[in-house]
Nanobody
Framework: QVQLVESGGGLVQAGGSLRLSCAASGRPLMYYPMGWFRQAPGKEREFVAAISQNGGITYYANSVKGRFTISRDNAKNTVYLQMNSLKPDDTADYYC???????????????WGRGTQVTVSS
């Protein structure tokens, strides 16, 4: 199993940037495709981005494509989400996720962090 802890959330003005980190413990991160999801107040949790085990393949929701970048450092057991050109609509709790399947990590991952809050002011 793997345990995930997110950090890096906060309050930022529209147009600004934040970088979220997800630190893993337990089983090494290198065994897992990884993903980021978010849940805005009153809305369902939605997929944001995912990355393959070696980082060679990435996936993005259309709403963040071109603004967000997912990356990973397996030596540090950490996954990142660089968020640029932030909009008020990006306000949400952001969750890191892991799964043994590259397909499942984008839809129904087995492992979740507890989330970090991102607030974008207009």
């Amino acid at each position: 199993q793997v345990q995930l802890v997110e950090s890096g959330g906060g309050l930022v003005q529209a147009g600004g940037s934040l970088r979220l980190s997800c630190a893993a413990s337990g089983r090494p991160l290198m065994y897992y495709p990884m993903g980021w999801f978010r849940q805005a107040p009153g809305k369902e949790r939605e997929f944001v981005a995912a990355i393959s085990q070696n980082g060679g393949i990435t996936y993005y929701a259309n709403s963040v494509k071109g603004r967000f970048t997912i990356s990973r450092d397996n030596a540090k057991n950490t996954v990142y989400l660089q968020m640029n050109s932030l909009k008020p609509d990006d306000t949400a709790d952001y969750y890191c996720a892991a799964d043994a399947s590259e397909r499942n990590v984008r839809s129904a991952p087995a492992y979740w962090g507890r989330g970090t809050q991102v607030t974008v002011s207009s």
